[in-house]
């Protein structure tokens, strides 16, 4: 009888202990919503960041390269060929006061213009040198590994280039080895102008330095909406925002891949706007300590005294968080998102810009407010999972974000995606324990082939992605941009989608299957709604093996991806030519 009463006391006694150890921890997690990055004032810092440098143990000058642009450069040139060199190193720098190992591109930029004569520079940044470019130029890029144990490969991200130069490691080119260089040509389509970047991919140096800005220019006259607004405007600048961490990203991963994480995602220590940022040392963690010295300021020029109007292009570079942008004291006007120029509908010019998710790039108009009496940027990171987010949700829906603003009429053929044939339906789906995810469910190595369409070479592709967890997720997809159809999150349920299952326009947990195509958007980067999915369509008019991918470097780095083939021929069952290396062994 003793030894009963004492399981009935000594049982629930160890069933509340477990509970209070994972509260403690729980509770002792930063909370994301807490941080508020710095808030930055061009009066108060120098106005040329050719002038500052990062203080580090090893290389005290390191440099950033500058966020201004010079469209006038290029928007009046015919397209030619630049030739650059770079060389990545890794040193200790203290992007925002805390002393890490991060990677730096060491460069000589040869640049030739029938314009200018050829111009040489030789500096190491971070984050990488941009590019300027103009649509059709060619870049011979000859990149060259000069660490000691770290391969990778270089993506362009958002350009329709050649799938052999897209740099994925394993799938398009293999990893460039230490000691070994690879020359990327990069041909950039006529059609194509607006905001890119570039970054690695492979395994997580992303979250350790390896990016840089990519700009394209639309030749003078070309009639690109966005892209005309430079002659009206009195500068141009590139904002490289995102969240950042003290430790190594090999560390933060295997502690998120670990129980202990409990799922949660590893929570950002700072945040870096054009590599810079500003860290309060005594907010450090004793369980990570940290090399710091303390940054009172940052050096970014802003808005200059007598200019009216600016053209900003922003970045998210970073791995886990959306960002909410908000200028102060100046009107904003967006026109364009990844890249494709928007019509403003209305003349509201708020200030919030809404939530920019990782490798999602918008351009803005900023108008000096007659109210104006300080210029300055501010941004905050919020993780992607809030319920509060509910404009990030809207902000894939037509008419329904970021200083009210419509997409650009589609002007490509549109077919109905419910004129699907029920059987292969069926047959091209794959997922595991997802409400119809079909009979590909365990596949090791999710694909999706894409047959070319008779002599035309092309065809145009539904996919729908289903998102079973609590977090919304941004998809990228390699080499293509697509249209978002529809977007959908479930306040109950799964919130899956099925073509074939009447929808109950009376439920808010039912997604609707009728689309205005005519006004669905085109991107190259789409936030999946929590327990919820998105119908996106593509024209598969780009041969090879693409990635389609989270991009929370976390989710990416776990498995969150797949691959789709465009160019099999299922009448011949052979594959179209991508020049990549899908299929073959790199050697590691």
């Known amino acids: 009888m003793k030894k009963r009463s004492y399981s009935i006391f000594l049982y629930p006694l160890t069933v509340c202990a477990l509970i209070l150890v994972v509260f403690w921890q729980q509770t002792n997690t930063p909370d994301p919503l807490h941080f508020i990055s710095p808030k930055i004032s061009p009066a108060a810092y120098p106005a040329n960041p050719a002038n500052q ?96 144990d770290v391969p990778f ?14 740099g994925v490691a394993g799938v398009t080119q293999c990893a460039i080895p230490p000691g070994s260089s690879f020359i990327y040509n990069v041909s950039i389509p006529s059609d194509q102008s607006g905001t890119f970047w570039y970054h690695a991919h492979t395994g997580l140096a992303r979250a350790d330095g390896l990016y840089g800005g990519l700009v394209v220019h639309a030749p003078s006259g070309a009639g690109v909406a966005s892209e005309g607004i430079h002659d ?41 706007i054009n590599g810079a940022g500003i860290f309060n040392c005594s907010m450090a963690v004793p369980a990570r300590p940290v090399d710091c010295v303390d940054h009172h300021s940052m050096s970014l020029p802003y808005l200059h005294p007598g200019d009216d109007t600016y053209r ?50 918008m351009d803005v108009l900023l108008r000096r407010s007659t109210s104006a009496s300080t210029d300055g940027v501010s941004a905050s990171a919020l993780r992607i999972d809030l319920d509060e987010e509910y404009l990030a949700i809207r902000h894939n829906a037509p008419y329904g974000f970021f200083n009210g603003t419509s997409w650009l009429p589609q002007r490509e053929p549109r077919v109905p995606v419910a004129a699907l044939d029920r059987k292969l339906w069926d047959e091209n789906q794959f997922g595991v324990g997802v409400p119809y995810s079909g009979s590909g469910a365990g596949d090791d190595s999710p694909s999706a082939e894409v047959e070319r369409d008779g002599d035309s070479g092309e065809q145009w592709v539904d996919l729908v992605v289903n998102n079973l967890d609590d977090g919304g997720h941004p998809f990228h997809l390699h080499g293509h941009h697509f249209y978002i159809l529809s977007t959908h999150e479930s306040r109950t349920g799964w919130g899956s989608f099925n073509p074939f299952t009447p929808s109950d326009s009376t439920s808010p947990s039912t997604p609707k299957q009728q689309y205005d195509l005519s006004k669905a958007m085109l991107r190259d980067t789409v936030y999946i709604p929590r327990r919820g999915h998105a ?20 989710h990416l780095g776990s498995g969150m991806g797949m691959l789709v083939d465009v160019g099999y021929d299922r009448r011949n069952n052979t594959l179209g030519d991508n020049g990549g290396v899908s299929g073959e062994v790199c050697v590691v």
């Open 312 to 361: 900003v292009r922003i970045v998210n570079t970073g791995s886990l968080t959306g960002l909410t942008i908000t200028f102060d004291n100046m009107d904003v006007t967006l026109i364009a998102v990844d890249s494709i120029a928007v019509d403003p509908l209305d003349a509201a010019h708020p200030s919030s810009l809404g939530v920019l998710y990782p490798g999602q790039r």
């Open 153 to 166: 490969t270089i993506h362009w991200h958002g350009l329709h280039i050649a799938n052999s130069m897209d």
């Open 232 to 272: 009206a405007s009195d500068g141009d600048m590139l904002l490289l925002i995102g969240d950042w961490y003290h430790q190594p990203a090999e560390e933060v991963m295997e502690w998120y891949m670990q129980p202990a994480s409990f799922g949660n995602e590893p929570v950002p220590d700072s945040l870096l």
């Open 535 to 554: 119908v996106l369509r593509f024209k598969a008019n780009n041969p090879g093996v693409w990635m389609f991918h989270c991009h929370i470097l976390w």
């Open 53 to 148: 440098s990062h203080q580090t143990n090893t290389n005290p000058d390191a440099l950033r390269p500058s966020i201004q642009l010079h469209p006038e450069d290029h928007i009046h040139r015919a397209p030619t060929t630049q030739h650059l060199d770079w060389t990545v190193t890794a040193e200790g720098i203290r992007p925002d006061g805390v002393l890490k190992r991060v990677y730096l591109i060491n460069g000589a930029f040869l640049l030739f213009l029938y314009l200018t004569p050829p111009t040489l520079t030789t500096t190491g940044l971070f984050p990488g040198p941009t590019i300027e470019a103009l649509s059709g130029d060619n870049l011979i890029i000859n990149v060259t590994n000069a660490l000691q």
